[in-house]
């Protein structure tokens, strides 16, 4: 069966810091793969979506960015956090090619103070 | 328009109720169709796919309408844990991006 990962679950960071954030995916090949963020008490904001190793999407420019160094991995960041970064991160997949469900990781809980 | 739209509620049910949610969709060339649900703080959870023909699972009953551009879900005989925000998703029309709906807010009282 598939699993996605999502790490860290929280996050504290100040303004101006670097993010990180990683997801992986196991137990498919070629997924796609999607980041979304989610403000408080607000509707998912897709901001970037992969179909394949180093083929990023991005739907909303902003001081974030996206990474695909390998199949089932995709990787935010961020040079310098703003406070609006604050949200809810989520990444999920989608089977290769097919307008298909999605699958979502158990997300990041990200507070730029 | 937007291209999924959804009433937000809140919708204040009593438990054995039955509820029913709408959701609007403006691509007309959509091709699949899903109702997700959101605990508080947690990650979207697919609860089911929707059928041309309708589809049911025990309490849930969801079905599309492609002439108005429409998908439901009907929960029948309500539990206090289906209290949650439903998310309807469209997917197909050109991309294969999912357009997911800002959600409804269910909230099943004692």
């Known amino acids: 069966s598939q699993t996605i990962h999502q790490w860290p679950a929280t996050l504290v960071q100040p303004v101006g810091s670097p993010l990180s954030l990683e997801c992986t995916v196991e137990g498919t090949s070629n997924p796609n793969l999607y980041w979304y963020r989610q403000a408080a008490g607000r509707g998912l904001q897709l901001l970037f979506y992969?179909?394949?190793?180093?083929?990023i999407s991005s739907e909303v420019p902003q001081n974030l960015s996206a990474s695909r160094p390998q199949d089932r991995q995709f990787i935010l960041s961020s040079k310098k956090l703003l406070l609006s970064d604050s949200g809810f991160y989520l990444c999920?997949?989608?089977?290769?090619?097919?307008?298909?469900?999605?699958?979502f990781g158990p997300g990041t809980r990200l507070t730029v103070t | 328009r937007k291209e999924v739209e959804q009433d937000p509620g809140p919708f204040n049910v009593p438990e054995g109720a039955t509820v029913a949610f709408n959701c609007t969709y403006s691509n007309s060339a959509s091709q699949s169709f899903f109702w997700y649900r959101q605990d508080c703080r947690k990650e979207p959870k697919l609860l089911m796919s929707v059928y041309s023909s309708g589809n049911e699972d025990g309490r849930f009953t969801a079905q599309l309408n492609r002439a108005s551009q429409y998908i439901s879900l009907l929960i029948r005989d309500s539990k206090l844990s289906d209290s949650a925000t439903y998310l309807c998703?469209?997917?197909?029309?050109?991309?294969?991006?999912?357009?997911f709906g800002r959600g409804t807010s269910l909230i099943v009282h004692p």
């Open positions: 998703v469209v997917n197909g029309g050109g991309s294969y991006i999912p357009t």
């Open positions: 992969s179909v394949g190793i180093g083929q």
């Open positions: 999920a997949w989608s089977r290769k090619g097919q307008v298909d469900e999605q699958y």
